[in-house]
């Protein structure tokens, strides 16, 4: 089974620069998390989508940031204009369906570097 | 005060160790609490997950959870190199999950 897939793995820009992050989920899986980690802190939820449906959005500075998941497989979130403080790792999870939600499957990230 | 509060370390113990992964929670609704292990650049792994008090056990790691006390653990056995990592902690509560800031570990040959 292939696991989450994010590209790039590393990107580096400017401040108030467009950036833009790309996840495909496990097959099958209908939950998609983006999170943001920052260095020596644990991950922290942006967006939570159940299929293409965006159903926890709260904590996702609109802002600037923006994501999509249109046929409810895979997704991308968008930051525009890029800040210092964006500089993180942004990591994008899926979970198999509503039974086992609690097993999450965390792709390898996207390092960001702001500078 | 944050939901979940994980000691960051650093954490060195010598090869064959027993090793103590602990976190605290201020919600009593959480309902499953999670144990990750984080490589150097690389995202989370689920380890393990339990849903009641009590201890669950694969291989050499045991998590264990005391509701009571609102505390879980992780005991690694006869910790080898490759153990090295960070360790996070997870409690959710519904489709919500908590992180705890993680625990590097460091296993000495």
């Known amino acids: ?115 | 005060q944050k939901e979940v509060e994980q000691d960051p370390g650093p954490l060195s113990v010598p090869e064959g160790a027993i090793v103590s992964l602990n976190c605290t929670y201020s919600n009593s609704a959480f309902q499953y609490f999670m144990w990750y292990r984080q490589y150097s650049r690389k995202g989370p792994e689920l380890l393990m997950y339990t849903y009641s008090s009590g201890n669950k056990e694969d291989g050499r790691f045991t998590a264990q959870v005391d509701k009571s006390s609102k505390y879980i653990s992780l005991f690694i056995r006869d910790s080898q190199p490759s153990d090295s990592a960070t360790y996070l902690c997870a409690m959710s509560l519904g489709n919500q999950f908590y992180f705890g800031t993680g625990t590097s570990l460091t296993v000495i040959p």
């Open chain 1, 1 to 115: 089974e292939a696991g989450v897939v994010q590209s790039p793995r590393y990107k580096i820009i400017e401040k108030k620069q467009p950036v833009a992050f790309w996840c495909n989920p496990i097959s099958g899986h209908n939950t998609l998390y983006w999170y943001l980690q920052n260095l020596g802190q644990g991950p922290e939820l942006l967006i939570r989508y159940e299929n293409e449906e965006a159903v926890d959005d709260s904590q996702l500075p609109k802002d600037r940031f923006s994501a999509e998941r249109l046929k409810g497989v895979d997704s991308t979130l968008k930051i525009q204009p890029a800040e210092l403080g964006d500089s993180a790792v942004y990591l994008c999870a899926s979970s198999p369906d509503r039974g086992r939600i609690n097993e999450q499957f965390f792709g390898p990230g996207t390092r960001l570097t702001v500078l």
